[in-house]
DNA sequence: GTCTATATCAAGATAGAC
DNA sequence: GTCTATCTTGATATAGAC
């Protein structure tokens, strides 16, 4: 009853807690070991060990690799989107805010290469395990209409003819950064930041001249 | 001396051919198994046996998993830029030849799905070995400059800025189709195949217009 | 709840027969 | 040159101690 009654002020976790607690560094860990091996390169004793518990502690918060895999592709959402939103509200249209918000971009992609790596290792799976490809694509929706309703200002504010929808430009958009920042790992000097402020540019003077 | 001399026109084939025809089946077999599970998620057992091999035959013509990887994506240039070239050639400048060659892109990527996963294993394998990422980047300048040599004319055409460089607007194309093919695989609905003509449409009018 | 020890299995690679 | 048999390793998953 002492511990319990008359320390909650020290770091003394309940059972819950520490479970939970446990089950949030298992994940930190398994993103890691995921990034650094790929899916079937990892081991559970390798992320086991990143998170500092064994084997065991892994099998009793999580049904196994795959489980833990899978868990961490639902987490990762884009949460790049919010702080793209913020510049955008920052700038008037024009040159400026298109170089800030491919500044961020290019900035953003080379501080999480894991996410990267990850994105990669999730659409892979996804390919080879239909039934999770469903869940991938629901997974994404949520970020893509966010980033549609980035792009529908502006594309009403230029006048965008109709098959500029802002669905169509939000994939657009979209699949330019991936693909910018795949090219950008494998030489850095071809992707330069400036290019993908300009790419966004491009795209978006062709869509008002249209 | 009989079954050499006299039977030339037999499908006998020498001791040469019969280990090079060995070795491409073996290459052939690599690629669809490290397409479907993986470079960590495929046995060579299985690589053989697609082949109609045995491992120790496998062993025979290669080092082992990974010479067979590495050799493979050495041979993987994309031998799109050819027909690409053509549908560039059979049209003059507009909208038409942005629609015919988006409607190329998208059926090539529809047909080659392996082509996809192979390049995303190839991506994965040389960001996790630095060593190969310089080939990857190697392996990649000379489809990328064949690209440069596509769309450099209709730059010139276009009165393109100095900053929309041929090799800044390949660079920008490259990723844009990667990306969309990608994402094409995730959900079909929302990449459909004149976005890809749209897309290029969109980018080049913009350029233009700088 | 977490750890240690282990059963079980699959994979990469090799050696020697043919 | 190719096959069969095998060595060796490393991984998932579980069971029982604490």
């Known amino acids: 009853m ?5 320390e909650p002020a020290r770091q003394r976790l309940t059972r819950a807690e520490a479970k939970s607690r446990t089950r949030a560094l298992l994940l930190e860990a398994a993103a890691k070991t995921f990034a650094r091996k790929g899916y079937a390169g990892a081991s559970v004793e390798e992320i086991a060990e990143g998170a500092g518990f064994s084997i065991g502690a892994l099998y009793s918060n999580f049904g196994g690799k795959e489980e833990l895999f ?3 592709a639902a987490t990762y959402n884009s949460s790049l989107i919010s702080r793209a939103a913020e510049v955008l509200h920052e700038h008037e249209a024009g040159d400026a805010r298109a170089a800030d918000l491919g500044r961020l971009l290019a900035d953003s992609a080379d501080r999480d290469v894991d996410v990267a790596l990850l994105r990669s290792e999730f659409w892979l799976y996804a390919m080879r395990n239909p039934a999770v490809m ?8 949520e970020p893509r209409s966010a980033l549609e309703g980035l792009v529908g200002p502006t594309l009403e504010q230029l006048g965008a003819p109709p098959e500029a929808s802002a669905k169509a430009v939000a994939t657009v958009v979209a699949a330019l950064f991936d693909g910018l920042v795949r090219q950008r ?3 850095p000097a071809q992707v330069p930041d400036e ?3 300009l790419a966004l540019r491009w795209l978006f003077t062709g869509i008002g001249a249209a």
């Open 2 to 6: 002492n511990d319990e009654s008359d």
């Open 70 to 72: 899978l868990e961490l």
């Open 134 to 141: 469903e869940t991938l694509a629901a997974r994404l929706r």
């Open 185 to 187: 790992q494998i030489d």
């Open 195 to 197: 290019l993908f402020g």
